[in-house]
């Protein structure tokens, strides 16, 4: 079965990076687009930015261009998420999601992984 | 960028009764070239993730319930959840895959 699994909560300071990992199996991992996408305390979900099948292309939504950047490993079947110059408004689970068809919608999730930003 | 707008923002029905959760895009979200929604709705309990229920505004996924239904198009949509479960209580989002940056709606909360 499709599973894509985190890692684990961080804690970072205002001005610090991070990495976050999202490991997938059970699907041909280098055949489909992946998304990250945010979601902060209580509050609603943020798409952040795409990832091509080949690793090559990438496409961020303009709020994040410039801190943020998405890789993926097609040998280990994970997909990373970097964000630098953290701020406490990056305070949020972040998730990892497959695109089924390359259309931009999300038909597996991973668990999410928390990240606070506090000084 | 496209907004999306649920109306309302919570709701509390009985079981075994019908829900309606509306969503509104500020643009159409309707590709006159295949003429085809992109819109889906997802339902997200406390502490996981978003599940993925309805994509392409109507069309339900393998495994979601039959009393789930999505209808619409252009710009105003609904997802009906009619005898409702104990296990329906969710946040519910719609979300547009029409033009990037893709975005959600505020949340719907369903209280049974």
């Known amino acids: 079965q499709v599973q894509l699994v985190q890692s684990g909560a961080e804690v970072k300071k205002p001005g610090a990076s991070v990495r976050l990992s999202c490991k997938a199996s059970?699907?041909?991992?280098?055949?489909?687009?992946m998304h990250w996408v945010r979601q902060a305390p209580g509050q609603g979900l943020e798409w952040m930015g795409i990832?091509?099948?080949?690793?090559?292309?990438?496409s961020y939504a303009r709020k994040f261009q410039g801190r943020v950047t998405m890789t993926r490993d097609t040998a280990t079947s994970t997909v990373y998420l970097q964000l630098t110059r953290l701020r406490a408004e990056d305070t949020a689970v972040y998730f990892c999601?497959?695109?089924?068809?390359?259309?931009?919608?999300?038909?597996?999730w991973g668990q999410g992984t928390l990240l606070t930003v506090s000084s | 960028d496209i907004v999306m707008t649920q109306s309302p923002d919570s709701l509390t029905v009985s079981l075994g009764e019908r829900a309606t959760i509306n969503c509104k895009s500020s643009?159409?979200?309707?590709?006159?070239?295949?003429?085809?929604?992109?819109l889906a709705w997802y339902k997200q309990k406390p502490g996981q993730p978003p599940k993925l229920l309805v994509s392409?505004?109507?069309i339900r996924e393998s495994g979601v319930p039959d009393r789930f239904s999505g209808s619409g198009s252009g710009s105003d949509f609904t997802l009906t959840i009619s005898s409702l479960q104990a296990e329906d209580s969710a946040v519910y989002y719609c979300?547009?895959?029409?033009?990037?940056?893709?975005?959600f709606g505020q949340g719907t909360s369903l209280e049974i």
């Open positions: 999601a497959r695109d089924p068809s390359g259309e931009d919608y999300f038909d597996h």
């Open positions: 059970g699907f041909t991992f280098r055949n489909y687009y």
């Open positions: 990832i091509y099948p080949s690793g090559e292309t990438t």
């Open positions: 643009q159409s979200i309707l590709y006159s070239s295949d003429n085809k929604n992109y």
């Open positions: 392409w505004a109507s």
């Open positions: 979300q547009q895959y029409y033009a990037s940056p893709y975005t």
